[in-house]
């Protein structure tokens, strides 16, 4: 199985602040990357897929291999969520455990 | 639009079996590949399997083929059923859609369902 280890846990920050969320994978994936946000009572939401491309204009994903990560350029307070890495490369699917962001 | 609404009993006894569908609108469900996924009270996301209209499927080992899932066509849904429930198995439950135009990625999600195993 691939092992997906996100980093951090859990992390403080500011709105306005610029934060970055990493996650690495124990065996080359290629790009297949996903990044979903979940708000507290609500179901995942996917942000990033094929570890760069996606809507959210704020949002950006930079990776490939085993090495990817995950920037918020500016935070606003709908960010302040938990957001989980996700490998598609090969089942089973595994998700990173999944950073906490909370505000300072 | 698309959408995918879980159903099920909130309570299971441990011993038995956890019976979940999924109700799938707004588009075939033999156009995708679809996903069941779970997360405990406070912890994070656990990939339970997936399933294509074919029979196709692709569980998690770590389940120990307790995993059962199905699709019925005709009412435009899948199934998942968990054999021999332990409180390890309280959740919420989630399906969710499988885009292989995305890289497999897993862009649309019901709401889901909370289970609760207990006597």
């Known amino acids: 199985d691939i092992q997906m280890t996100q980093s951090p846990s859990s992390l403080s920050a500011s709105v306005g602040d610029r934060v970055t969320i990493t996650c690495r994978a124990s065996q080359s994936i290629s790009r297949f990357l996903n990044w979903y946000q979940q708000r507290p009572g609500q179901a995942p939401n996917l942000l990033i897929y094929?570890?760069?491309?996606?809507v959210p204009s704020r949002f950006s994903g930079s990776g490939s291999g085993t090495d990817f990560t995950l920037t918020i350029s500016s935070l606003q307070p709908e960010d302040f969520a938990s957001y989980y890495c996700?490998?598609?490369?090969?089942?089973?699917?595994?998700f990173g455990q999944g950073t906490r962001l909370q505000i300072k | 639009q698309v959408q995918l609404q879980e159903s099920g009993p909130g309570l299971v006894k441990p011993s038995e079996t956890l019976s979940l569908t999924c109700a799938v609108s707004g588009v075939s469900i033999r156009s995708y590949y679809w996903s069941w996924i779970r997360q405990p009270p406070g912890k994070g996301l656990e990939w339970i399997g997936n399933i294509f209209y074919s029979g196709r499927t692709d569980d998690n080992p770590s389940l120990k083929s307790r995993v059962s899932m199905s699709v019925d066509t005709s009412k435009n849904q899948s199934s998942l059923k968990l054999s021999s429930v332990t409180a390890a198995d309280t959740a919420v439950y989630y399906c969710?859609?499988?885009?292989?135009?995305?890289?497999?990625?897993?862009?649309?999600w019901g709401q889901g369902t909370t289970v609760t195993v207990s006597s």
């Open positions: 996700q490998q598609t490369y090969s089942p089973p699917y595994t």
């Open positions: 094929g570890a760069s491309s996606g």
């Open positions: 969710a859609r499988i885009n292989y135009d995305f890289r497999n990625a897993f862009d649309m």
